[in-house]
């Protein structure tokens, strides 16, 4: 018997302009990155890593505005311009998810589009810090009007 378990990962943005009150939903797919493949192999192999170790303990969302597709290989945004803290993470059976709420005075990137988005574990509000552990190339408009609602999902499939 051959068993295969997979990761996928989907964005959920919820924008609201708060001038016109409209509201619109998208989603996104994105791709994980070997970082989290890396950071689990390390951890079961017990390579330097202790029950304390943090390595997988996502803290951060990273926006940028690079159209540059989604590799497996991706250590950090093609070209991250903003960096946000998790606002809340929670799981469910073979599904994690972490949200993030940006208003207006958050997460406004030059151009008005935010082009790409990654989840990060250990990292810190300095940009390309941490592991990267997923990256997608999105088309959501941000400025001074717009608040976003960001929820990213990891589940297990087989």
Not at 12 to 32: A, C, M, P, Q, R
Not at 60 to 85: I, K, P, Q, V, W
Request: hydrophobic share 40%; glycine share 6%.
């Amino acid at each position: 018997m051959i068993e295969n378990v997979n990761m996928s990962g989907i964005w959920t943005v919820k924008s609201e302009n708060v001038l016109t009150g409209e509201v619109l939903k998208d989603e996104y797919h994105n791709l994980i990155t070997q970082g989290f493949f890396t950071a689990i192999h390390r951890f079961m192999s017990e390579d330097a890593l202790t029950v304390l170790n943090d390595e997988l303990n996502v803290t951060h969302l990273g926006m940028g505005d690079s159209t540059t597709s989604a590799t497996r290989s991706d250590t950090t945004l093609a070209n991250e311009s903003l960096r946000e803290a998790v606002t809340s993470k929670s799981f469910v059976d073979d599904a994690y998810s972490v949200t993030m709420f940006l208003n207006t005075t958050q997460g406004n990137v030059a151009g008005g589009f935010i082009k790409e988005l990654g989840i990060f574990a250990k990292a810190t509000s300095t940009l390309d810090s941490g592991t990267m552990i997923s990256r997608a190339v999105v088309n959501i408009k941000k400025n001074i009007n717009i608040q976003l609602t960001l929820n990213w999902e990891m589940r297990g499939t087989n």
